[in-house]
């Protein structure tokens, strides 16, 4: 595979590419000042459901998700801890600027979702590169996502809908369930009860598919994929009696401490192509995140490789990812490390290397997502 700067595309099974290389647009959590009180209205309908999902969190002064992590505040009756609140607080501007400065390094893959409440800027940056002639709209590949609260079939499309009316563009060329576990649909992005314990709803994956494919059919979005399905949640849709369209990725974590290749394995057997997330470890908090694993980008291996080609770490781990095939979305909004990490391509690494970082693989996620270990469909128990 000839990987340029300009040319690190991959084909889809339906057709379509997605560049290897994208930008990833999660915003971080930090504390916050204020507490954002979530609404509660059990009688709205549908329509206002949906609004409620995307009108909530998009201040003009600045973006705010209330994160529900591992620093605990108590007990629920299920004897699982019952997370803090925490907030997401990133100034207004910061991902307009840093999509700006992706787009003119090169960048044509965005990752995105309505959850990380910057979608708004996300298309304002698109658009203002488009009206200055720097790209069209059909060089930019952007991924969306539907959120768990939004898995019932009649607010698939809806759901799509309006994040097209934030990002004001008429498709997304990706749109994936972000996770296979539905959430209660209403106002709170993390429903819970008088005990803080988060209500679940009936999830049906294989209906949520059919309104997904209605949405590629109605030509909102260009292809569909999922995201943290395991296995046997894949082959939940690959077996569906009357399949018109199979997810064409597979959204997971994927980095040289956890390689995934039983996963790997199967998708590439499918046409599933895997795009890795936190493909350079993630944060280090602990609210959040699984610690016992050592920081990726400290270790010895992929330095000595980096010192090698005159690269850093992150630079080899994401070399390593796209030579596998897999798909890689680094986030970042810091402008030096948007350049650096798409600075991939004018070095390659050997079979001997790649065996290396291969052979660093710990099988140990940083995301676990335990907070929610108890939901039917959670996905990490299963080996793969």
């Not at 930008?23 to 954002?36: E, I």
């Not at 394995?265 to 610690?291: A, K, M």
């Not at 065996?355 to 990490?380: G, Q, S, T």
């Given at each position: 595979?000839?990987?340029?700067?300009?040319?690190?595309?991959?084909?889809?099974?339906?057709?379509?590419?997605?560049?290897?290389?994208?930008?990833?647009?999660?915003?971080?959590?930090?504390?916050?000042?204020?507490?954002?009180?979530?609404?509660?209205?059990?009688?709205?309908?549908?329509?206002?459901?949906?609004?409620?999902?995307?009108?909530?969190?998009?201040?003009?002064?600045?973006?705010?998700?209330?994160?529900?992590?591992?620093?605990?505040?108590?007990?629920?009756?299920?004897?699982?801890?019952?997370?803090s609140r925490r907030?997401?607080?990133?100034?207004?501007?910061?991902?307009?600027?840093?999509?700006?400065?992706?787009?003119?390094?090169?960048?044509?893959?965005?990752?995105?979702?309505?959850?990380?409440?910057?979608?708004?800027?996300?298309?304002?940056?698109?658009?203002?590169?488009?009206?200055?002639?720097?790209?069209?709209?059909?060089?930019?590949?952007?991924?969306?996502?539907?959120?768990?609260?939004?898995?019932?079939?009649?607010?698939?499309?809806?759901?799509?809908?309006?994040?097209?009316?934030?990002?004001?563009?008429?498709?997304?060329?990706?749109?994936?369930?972000?996770?296979?576990?539905?959430?209660?649909?209403?106002?709170?992005?993390?429903?819970?009860?008088?005990?803080?314990?988060?209500?679940?709803?009936?999830?049906?994956?294989?209906a949520t598919w059919?309104?997904?494919?209605?949405?590629?059919?109605?030509?909102?979005?260009?292809?569909?994929?999922?995201?943290?399905?395991?296995?046997?949640?894949?082959?939940?849709?690959?077996?569906?009696?009357?399949?018109?369209?199979?997810?064409?990725?597979?959204?997971?974590?994927?980095?040289?401490?956890?390689?995934?290749?039983?996963?790997?394995?199967?998708?590439?057997?499918?046409?599933?192509?895997?795009?890795?997330?936190?493909?350079?470890?993630?944060?280090?908090?602990?609210?959040?995140?699984?610690?016992?694993?050592?920081?990726?980008?400290?270790?010895?291996?992929?330095?000595?490789?980096?010192?090698?080609?005159?690269?850093?770490?992150?630079?080899?781990?994401?070399?390593?990812?796209?030579?596998?095939?897999?798909?890689?979305?680094?986030?970042?909004?810091?402008?030096?490390?948007?350049?650096?990490?798409?600075?991939?391509?004018?070095f390659s690494l050997?079979?001997?290397?790649?065996?290396?970082?291969?052979?660093?693989?710990?099988?140990?996620?940083?995301?676990?997502?335990?907070?929610?270990?108890?939901?039917?469909?959670?996905?990490?128990?299963?080996?793969?």
């Amino acid at each position: 595979m000839s990987l340029t700067a300009e040319s690190h595309r991959v084909p889809l099974s339906d057709g379509n590419s997605i560049p290897l290389l994208g930008l990833g647009t999660y915003a971080d959590p930090q504390k916050g000042r204020k507490r954002v009180v979530l609404p509660t209205n059990k009688s709205q309908q549908e329509k206002s459901i949906v609004d409620s999902c995307f009108s909530l969190f998009y201040s003009p002064t600045s973006l705010l998700l209330m994160v529900l992590g591992g620093n605990h505040s108590g007990t629920s009756e299920s004897g699982l801890s019952r997370p803090s609140r925490r907030l997401y607080k990133t100034p207004k501007g910061t991902c307009l600027e840093s999509v700006k400065i992706a787009i003119d390094t090169g960048y044509r893959h965005i990752d995105g979702a309505f959850v990380y409440y910057n979608e708004h800027e996300v298309g304002q940056a698109i658009r203002e590169k488009i009206a200055e002639g720097k790209i069209k709209r059909e060089d930019i590949f952007y991924c969306g996502k539907l959120w768990n609260t939004c898995h019932p079939p009649e607010l698939v499309r809806p759901t799509l809908e309006k994040t097209l009316k934030i990002l004001q563009l008429d498709y997304v060329d990706l749109y994936i369930i972000e996770l296979p576990m539905a959430f209660k649909p209403g106002d709170a992005i993390y429903p819970r009860d008088e005990n803080g314990k988060f209500i679940y709803h009936e999830t049906n994956l294989c209906a949520t598919w059919e309104a997904m494919e209605a949405c590629k059919d109605a030509g909102l979005a260009k292809s569909i994929g999922v995201s943290n399905f395991n296995r046997r949640q894949l082959e939940m849709i690959l077996n569906k009696p009357g399949l018109k369209h199979k997810p064409v990725s597979n959204q997971v974590e994927c980095h040289p401490y956890f390689t995934q290749p039983k996963l790997l394995e199967f998708c590439r057997q499918h046409d599933i192509v895997i795009v890795g997330y936190s493909p350079l470890g993630t944060s280090r908090d602990e609210t959040w995140v699984n610690v016992s694993s050592p920081p990726l980008l400290e270790d010895p291996v992929l330095n000595a490789i980096g010192k090698k080609y005159s690269k850093t770490a992150a630079q080899v781990a994401l070399r390593f990812s796209i030579q596998r095939g897999v798909v890689v979305i680094p986030k970042s909004f810091n402008p030096q490390r948007i350049r650096e990490n798409f600075q991939i391509f004018d070095f390659s690494l050997t079979e001997k290397e790649m065996k290396e970082i291969e052979a660093l693989n710990k099988n140990v996620r940083y995301v676990e997502l335990l907070m929610w270990r108890d939901h039917p469909e959670y996905p990490f128990n299963d080996e793969y």
